[in-house]
């Protein structure tokens, strides 16, 4: 009996024994394995601090760079800026000038010129509808040689009607370097310095009617010439020049008595030659004097009259263009002297001497104005022009034509429709003496091609 | 015309050009005291040329040289008016007329071929 109980109570005490034991075992390796956890997390949790604290450490240091470089950024962009334009800027000079020296056979032509139709009504004669077509062919052979033809329609003025043609220009450009091209042919005289510079095209004008001291400056050289542009010395602006030999003048008048100078050169007798230039300073790009003489000896075909005749010439140009005044005002102006020496007869030719050995001058003062910045509509289309000319003649001996006492007072009013579209109206004053009232009203519509 | 008509056309002239002046200052005078500033007017370049002697050492711009130079006689043509190839023709012509150095032909033809294009 004792055996029955003990065996149960020793198994159920063995059962709680290992059971125990078995409890505790298994709290031991939880807590060994919690542990391990713990330690691994925390080990994790040291390097992610150690790793927190360094980003922060770099975000501080990108923080403190983005700021210096937002600080420093306008200055280097604007540096970037000026080097890249600069970069593009020599890169576009290195491709125009690649473009310039232009392969054989690429020659570029240009059609350009003027066309302008005018109404005129002069006191004491007829009113008139004039009209003029001066076509331009413009070639570049290549980056050194230009050549340049220009034609001349027109519908001839006065009673007798009909039409013309003329040619102005028949010239050949060879550029020598950066301060020298060589030319020859047929060209715009440059003595006076306004026809060559703005008389031939009429968009580039004011006034209708060209000026009187236009007829005391010969209107084309046929010769050969150089030109060009120089720095002036000390770097003191620029300096302009044009120098030329071209055919001589010619006495013309009726049945051999010369009474007029003809500057139409297009033959020269007696191997006469003029001999000539314009030289001009601008100190400033708005401003430009200068200075133009020829001299020459005329003679008279046939006839073989010679003498000899100076021409001298001075002019100016500026324009002044600001907001101050809402736009430009400009200013030109000139003045000529011209001379015919004694004449001489040679031998044996049985013409009177003729009685040279004369002046003729005349100058003009031009002024414009145009609002072209008031913002205006029409208006800053607008220019005003006022002109002052006038020339004193011999009253007998050689002159050139035109060349007497006059005076005048021009005003116009131009509406410019375009940079080279131009309406103009113009009324001028005309005091001859003994012989008033040669007013005379213009109108004209003028365009450059 | 006889001498009454020729003295009242003279009149007429005079006071209609005289109108015609002083509407055009006066125009002006009235818009920059308002100093409306329009897109017109602000598109347009309020050019200023300094009174300081042109030096050909400093380094001019193409667009500089095309702004001061070009309008000394006749009005400036807007480089959208010819093609690049037409502004080669036109500047070779123009250095002669404007008495341009080698250099400032160049840099004026370069300005106005990338203007013209664009």
């Given at each position: ?174 550029e020598l370097g950066d301060y020298m ?269 | ?81 010819y093609t690049p190839a037409q502004w ?31």
């Amino acid at each position: 009996m004792r055996k029955r109980i003990t065996l149960p109570i020793l198994l159920a005490a063995a059962m709680a024994a290992t059971a125990v034991g078995s409890v505790r075992a298994a709290d031991s390796s939880n807590y060994q394995q919690l542990q391990k956890k713990y330690s691994t997390l925390k080990v994790q949790m040291q390097a992610m601090q150690k790793q927190m604290a360094q980003m922060q450490k770099q975000m501080a240091a990108q923080q403190k760079q983005m700021k210096a470089v937002q600080q420093a950024a306008p200055s280097i962009n604007e540096r970037a800026t000026r080097r890249a334009i600069k970069r593009l800027s020599r890169q576009v000079m290195k491709l125009s000038e690649k473009e310039a020296a232009l392969e054989p056979g690429n020659i570029q032509v240009l059609i350009a010129g003027d066309v302008n139709v005018q109404f005129q009504n002069k006191s004491g004669g007829n009113s008139t509808f004039y009209a003029d077509s001066s076509p331009m062919i413009q070639v570049r052979i290549d980056k050194n040689i230009f050549v340049n033809t220009a034609f001349d329609f027109y519908t001839a003025s006065g009673q007798a009607g009909g039409s013309a043609a003329d040619i102005g220009a028949a010239n050949i450009n060879y550029e020598l370097g950066d301060y020298m091209t060589v030319g020859g042919g047929l060209i715009t005289s440059p003595i006076g310095g306004i026809v060559g510079n703005y008389n031939p095209a009429p968009w580039n004008r004011w006034l209708v009617d060209g000026s009187l001291e236009d007829n005391l400056l010969p209107p084309n050289e046929l010769g050969i010439w150089t030109r060009g542009g120089i720095p002036a010395p000390g770097n003191l602006g620029y300096l302009t020049y044009f120098l030329f030999v071209s055919n001589g003048p010619e006495f013309i008048g009726t049945s051999g008595v010369p009474n007029q100078l003809s500057y139409d050169n297009f033959t020269a007798t007696q191997n006469a030659k003029t001999v000539g230039g314009r030289i001009s300073y601008l100190p400033i790009p708005n401003v430009e004097i200068g200075y133009s003489a020829e001299w020459a000896s005329p003679t008279q075909s046939g006839a073989l009259t010679k003498s000899d005749s100076w021409i001298q010439a001075v002019d100016f140009n500026s324009y002044y263009f600001n907001k101050k005044i809402e736009g430009f005002v400009k200013f030109r102006g000139g003045w000529t002297w011209e001379q015919v020496g004694q004449g001489g007869i040679t031998p044996g030719n049985p013409t009177t001497p003729p009685a040279l050995g004369n002046m003729s001058n005349g100058g003009q003062i031009d002024v414009a104005y145009q609002p072209s910045m008031c913002g205006i509509k029409y208006l800053d289309k607008m220019m005003v022009a006022f002109r002052y000319d006038r020339t004193d003649g011999p009253v007998t001996g050689v002159q050139t034509p035109g060349a007497m006492h006059e005076q005048r007072y021009s005003v116009g009013l131009d509406y410019w429709l375009h940079s080279n579209a131009v309406l103009k109206f113009e009324y001028e004053f005309d005091n001859v003496p003994d012989q008033h009232g040669s007013d005379a009203m213009f109108m004209q519509f003028a365009v450059g091609i | 015309m006889n001498l009454r008509n020729i003295q009242t056309v003279r009149m007429i002239m005079l006071v209609g050009l005289a109108a015609a002046s002083l509407t055009l200052m006066a125009g002006c005078s009235n818009n920059g005291t308002a100093g409306k500033p329009t897109a017109k007017k602000a598109a347009k370049p309020a050019a200023i040329w300094p009174l300081a002697v042109q030096d050909p050492a400093k380094n001019e711009t193409g667009a500089q040289i095309w702004s001061e130079n070009c309008l000394r006689c006749h009005q400036l043509r807007s480089p959208s008016q010819y093609t690049p190839a037409q502004w080669g023709v036109i500047v070779q012509y123009m250095r002669l007329k404007a008495g341009l150095t080698g250099e400032q032909a160049r840099k004026v033809l370069a300005f106005l071929k990338s203007a013209s294009a664009h």
